[in-house]
């Protein structure tokens, strides 16, 4: 089982900027990629940033160049932080942390695991 954590969110004015971590415990050597999801009201779930231990991150286009993901790993825990600059009020939104695991067995499997979500309210 892997336990997902999250810190940071709150309000801050637009131009601003805030950090987001995401401690994972538990299970954390089958995880890979982790990252970062968020919700506005009325929107779908959408991806902001992945990291990739065996690769390079991935963003979404309206966060490239403003956004920053890194993950630091320890032997029990791994984390994952988001530093968000320039930030917009479309931004606002629940930022959930994912980690997603895949299995074989017989076939591929990919299952996710969610934090419980922190609000960012940047305002204008």
């Known amino acids: 089982q892997v336990e997902l954590v999250e810190f940071g969110g709150g309000l801050v004015q637009a131009g601003g900027s805030l950090i987001l971590s995401c401690a994972a415990s538990?299970?954390?050597?089958?995880?890979?990629?982790m990252g970062w999801y968020r919700q506005a009201p009325g929107n779908q779930r959408e991806l902001v940033a992945l990291i990739d231990g065996n690769g390079g991150p991935t963003y979404a286009e309206s966060v490239k160049g403003r956004f920053t993901i890194s993950q630091v790993n320890a032997n029990t825990k791994k984390t994952v932080y988001l530093q968000m600059n320039s930030l917009e009020p479309e931004d606002t939104a629940v930022y959930y942390c994912?980690?997603?695991?895949?299995?074989?067995?017989?076939?591929?499997?990919?299952?996710?695991?969610w934090g419980q979500g922190t609000q960012v309210t940047v305002s204008s």
């Open positions: 538990g299970t954390i050597f089958t995880i890979n990629p």
């Open positions: 994912n980690a997603k695991r895949t299995i074989y067995d017989g076939a591929t499997k990919t299952f996710d695991y």
